[in-house]
């Protein structure tokens, strides 16, 4: 179905917007493990990174579909959309689950820039996965709550006024259901560091500023509770899906990308006289990229409008990013195998939009579980773990 004048409108208008910041710009970012304040600053200024939040918060009130269509043209841009990406989709555990005090002090800072809730504190060293079982404890304390523990790859904290933390307010072991007895909280992070939090950003193969965090009596008003204490697990849950729609749109984007750089090199770059796009061994591993990306793009819309329409889609959500990361995957290959040697120059810049491409298939959620998912809800196979 063609594209609705609208929905062409928002293309052209990120596209012009990304423009600005060239392919040069994302890689002295990697080189530099640099911020891309200003690409993030503009992008919420214009209104970009906010439409997920209603009008009468101060955001344009959108849904996930036309926000799965910013987020493409960030990554097709040649952007790396993971600097930034979680200021549009975290705020919805605020939206969903917040008081309306808290929805009226975070939201319409969120909306106009003064605020960045860029970042969410789940995962642990010594659980990962199995969420349930997380060790980071949320004590009440009067009317307080003092958080120990450790995260990690918490990422772009450093960047972030705001984390939406998980910790457990009573043991595993005394809850009936493994899911109850964790609780969410807003934690603000010029506060608290320093004061119970410590920093300490990671290495890694990616410029994505993850961090891990230490927890040591950190102070937090009872205010600052997200939801009912004990249902944290559902404030976290709920956001999932939109995540994993628009994580899915961030890897066609990227899929998208590939194949453009692929496509326009192939059909220069000549080699035995001819351009290498001649020979069909070059041209066919594009055309299946293109197929599968075109594919993983039905599955995200359709995630992205049963979303909207408030249907439940948590199988449309977990089949897109899954088909989806693994299509930008398969491409970002095909590309640097269509490229030669030249694909190894970071001035091409694939090999960096390569490395950021495969986190989609760990993060935030690995392929297996998705698998697993799939198996016990929707195939009713049973359950492995
Ligand atoms: C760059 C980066 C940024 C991140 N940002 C954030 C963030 O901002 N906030 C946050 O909370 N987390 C973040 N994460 C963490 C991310 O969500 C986890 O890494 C991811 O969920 C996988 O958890 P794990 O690394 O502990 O893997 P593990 O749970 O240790 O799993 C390792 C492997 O084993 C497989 N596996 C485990 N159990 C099973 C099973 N029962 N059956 C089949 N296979 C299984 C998994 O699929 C995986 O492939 C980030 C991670 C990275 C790398």
């Known amino acids: ?29 990697d080189r530099d493990r640099g911020f891309p304040t200003e690409f993030v600053s503009e992008l919420t200024q214009s209104g970009f990174l906010t439409v997920l939040i209603p009008e009468e918060y101060g955001g344009a009130g959108l849904g996930v579909y036309e926000a799965s269509i910013i987020m493409e043209e960030v990554c097709r841009s040649g952007a790396h959309a993971g600097a930034c990406h979680a200021q549009m989709y975290v ?20 909306a106009a820039g003064e605020l960045r809730l860029q970042s969410f504190g789940v995962t642990e060293p010594t659980t990962g996965t199995d969420t349930t079982s997380l060790k980071t404890m949320a004590r009440r304390d009067g009317d307080n709550y003092i958080i120990n523990g450790q995260k990690v790859w918490i990422s772009r904290i450093e960047h972030s006024d705001l984390m939406v933390l998980l910790a ?76 994993r729609i628009l994580i ?10 590939f194949i453009d750089k692929a496509s326009a ?17 070059v041209q066919f591993p594009i055309a299946r990229c293109y197929t599968e990306v075109e594919a993983a793009w039905l599955m995200v819309e359709k995630a992205a409008k049963m979303f909207d329409a408030g249907e439940s889609c948590g199988a ?12 930008s995957w398969h491409a970002g290959d095909v590309c640097m195998q269509t490229h030669g ?24 959620i690995s392929t297996n579980l998705i698998l697993s998912f799939i198996g016990e809800h929707v195939l009713d196979l049973p359950r492995s773990f």
């Open 168 to 243: 457990r307010t009573t043991d595993k072991k005394e809850v009936t259901k493994k899911t109850d007895g964790l609780s969410a909280f807003i934690v603000d992070v010029g506060a608290a560091v320093g004061n119970g939090l410590e920093i300490q950003p990671i290495e890694s193969m990616i410029n994505h500023h993850s961090c891990e965090l230490f927890f040591d009596d950190l102070v937090l008003p009872k205010a600052n509770l997200l939801g009912e204490e004990g249902k944290g697990f559902k404030v976290i849950l709920d956001g999932m899906n939109a995540e």
């Open 265 to 281: 090199y192939a059909r220069d770059r000549r080699v035995f006289g001819r351009p290498i796009g001649q020979n069909q061994g």
């Open 341 to 364: 040697g030249f694909a190894f120059a970071k001035e091409y810049h694939i090999e960096r939009k390569f490395r950021e491409t495969r986190l989609y298939q760990i993060a935030p």
């Open 316 to 327: 449309e959500a977990n089949m897109a990013k899954m088909l989806a990361s693994e299509a």
């Open 1 to 29: 179905m063609p594209e609705s004048n609208d929905i062409l409108e928002i293309r052209q208008s990120v596209r012009q917007l990304c423009a600005k910041y060239g392919e040069d710009y994302w890689l002295q970012l």
């Open 91 to 110: 705020m919805g555990s605020v939206l969903r689950h917040g008081s309306e005090t808290q929805k009226k002090t975070y939201l319409p800072k969120i």
């Open 248 to 257: 899915g749109a961030e890897c066609v984007g990227d899929g998208r990308y």
